[in-house]
Nanobody, 124 residues
Framework: QVQLVESGGGSVQAGGSLRLSCVSSRDTYRRYSMGWFRQAPGKEREGVAGIDSDGRTTYAISVQGRFTIPEDNAKNTRYLQMNNLKPEDTAMYFC??????????????????WGQGTQVTVSS
């Protein structure tokens, strides 16, 4: 069973930074594509960043240059490093895992496993 455990959300002022964590099992970490998604109240869930099973990263245009996905192989953890946060980044953030072979990492349809979500609030 694939389990994803998220942490790291919180409140920050515009221009600040936060780092979200997504911990998985070793097998999931090595073999699955992983994406970060967010959903604001009244809006659809959107993909913001992802890394496929070949290690390629993709970022939504809205976060390019501000968000990255650092990794810690020893801890089976991928992070969402968010810099220069804006009020429009306010949302519930989720990490998700897709079996090997899913390369459209910003599209939620390929993901079978989801974390519990963590809230990010950015004030102006």
């Amino acid at each position: 069973q694939v389990q994803l455990v998220e942490s790291g959300g919180g409140s920050v002022q515009a221009g600040g930074s936060l780092r979200l964590s997504c911990v998985s099992s070793r097998d999931t970490y090595r073999r699955y594509s992983m994406g970060w998604f967010r959903q604001a109240p009244g809006k659809e869930r959107e993909g913001v960043a992802g890394i496929d099973s070949d290690g390629r990263t993709t970022y939504a245009i809205s976060v390019q240059g501000r968000f990255t996905i650092p990794e810690d192989n020893a801890k089976n953890t991928r992070y969402l490093q968010m810099n220069n946060l804006k009020p429009e980044d306010t949302a519930m953030y989720f990490c998700a895992a897709a079996p090997k072979g899913w390369f459209m990492v910003l599209y939620s349809v390929g993901y079978a496993y989801w974390g519990q979500g963590t809230q990010v609030t950015v004030s102006s």
